[in-house]
């Protein structure tokens, strides 16, 4: 419709654009289309080119929303109050934030992470692991904030030789390694059938250059 025009006309300003965009998604949520809404977020966040205070809204746009069942359980006392001859407006979209939408928020989060690790936004990536660790504080256990904590990189300062010979400080941002869960079964079912041998994993860890020279 009108909205899916005014999201892709090149001619419209960027930043009317963007205003169009969050009307969409204000109308998504009126209209309780939560999965178009998010659909229409994800296209925000490509269309900004990930600008960060968008990308951290996402994220947190899914505990925001009810889950299916939530949803679900609303729609059948709209119906039963709509086949009742009552008015259904009297009913109220209320619901506590479950588990399956601070997993889904979790997800965005890591995603975006990853995007700006892939990019080697640092700054950017930073601020979404802060971003990531404020949330786990109100809505996670002590297991998910230490894995919160434990994606902060830490800043080593290094040298290397430019083109010219001169050598330079620059920064360095160590990430931990993330271990994929495929990886971590291999490990079980190696370590479960080795006898009396224990084995030490090290994290490990990614590295890139800032890039920055460092006043000497």
Known sequence: GLYDLGISEDSVPKNERVKIFKAYIGYCIDEKDFSKAKKIYDKLVDFTNHNIQICISRCLFEISIPNDEQLNDYLN????????????????LEFSVSEESKQNARNEFNKA???YKDLKDNKNCVIMIKSLIRFEMTHGNAKSKDEANSKLPTIEKRSRL???????????????????????????????????????????????SQGETLQQ
């Open 162 to 208: 430019t083109e010219g010979g001169v050598e330079e400080e620059y920064l360095e941002y160590v990430y931990p390694k993330v271990v994929k869960e495929e990886e971590k079964e291999q490990v079980k079912v190696k370590t479960e059938d080795t006898d009396d041998k224990k084995f030490f994993i090290g994290a490990g860890s990614s590295r890139w």
């Open 113 to 115: 992470i990853e995007y």
């Open 77 to 92: 006392k709209v119906e039963r109050l709509g086949e009742d001859g009552e008015d259904e407006s009297l009913v109220e």
